[in-house]
């Protein structure tokens, strides 16, 4: 079965510094996958997704994502944080089962970013 | 477009009412899903739609029904509701067609049900 795993439930960087975020995901075929950001009290928005191509995506906000295949992991990076990335962000596999495409979601890695 | 929304935002239920949330998407979208957001488990999949008129069940469907009489509208109902029942519930819709676009999903705002 598809799973994701973030190994971190909370991060704290620095204003400025720095960012990756890890998420390791378990797939037989060629994944789907998603950064999805929440901030407090808010609905899931979307960051970047990987389909093919290109293993280096860019998506909002100057986060990029790489995907690497020996590895199983798609983690989430920027070079330098701001105060408004405090936020929980969420790793996603698209997975099919029962006749349709659904999402499976790591548990979040909540991050804090400190004056 | 509104995207998706969520309607109530914030509901609190005594043990054994019942309710209905109702989620609209005007992306024309044919997947539909309910998710429950709870503290480090991430979100997980109640129900789930493929187009109207037809359901699904996903990884946490007890205690839960749902109904998609039009494609516009997923309706998530909880017919007795139970202190266990208290999380933040996420609609979500995406497209029908196209490889990977099939799993983008697009998510509305959250209604946080509290159950006494």
């Known amino acids: 079965a598809q799973s994701v795993t973030q190994p971190d439930i909370h991060i704290t960087v620095s204003e400025g510094a720095s960012l990756e975020l890890r998420c390791n995901y378990s797939?037989?075929?060629?994944?789907?996958l998603f950064w999805y950001v929440q901030s407090p009290g808010q609905g899931l928005q979307l960051l970047l997704k990987y389909f093919s191509g290109d293993t280096l995506v860019q998506g909002i906000k100057g986060f990029e994502a790489e995907f690497k295949r020996s590895q199983s992991s798609f983690n989430l990076r920027k070079p330098s944080v701001h105060w408004s990335d405090a936020a929980e962000y969420f790793c996603a596999v698209g997975a099919r089962g029962q006749g349709a495409q659904k999402l499976v979601f790591g548990q979040g890695t909540r991050l804090t970013i400190n004056p | 477009n509104a995207g998706v929304t969520q309607t109530p935002k914030f509901r609190v239920l005594k043990t054994g009412q019942s309710m209905t949330l109702l989620c609209a998407q005007d992306?024309?979208?044919?997947?539909m899903y309910w998710y429950r957001q709870d503290p480090g488990m991430g979100l997980r999949l109640i129900h789930y739609?493929?187009?109207?008129?037809?359901?699904a069940k996903g990884e946490v469907p007890d205690g839960y029904n749902v109904s998609r009489l039009k494609k516009q509208n997923f309706l998530l109902g909880l017919e007795s509701a139970a202190p266990s029942q208290t999380s933040v519930y996420f609609c979500?819709?995406?497209?029908?067609?196209?490889?990977?676009?099939?799993?983008?999903?697009?998510f509305g705002p959250g209604t946080r049900l509290t159950v006494l």
């Open positions: 992306m024309n979208h044919e997947y």
């Open positions: 739609s493929v187009g109207e008129g037809t359901t």
């Open positions: 797939y037989g075929a060629t994944p789907y």
């Open positions: 979500a819709s995406s497209y029908g067609t196209g490889q990977g676009l099939l799993f983008e999903q697009f």
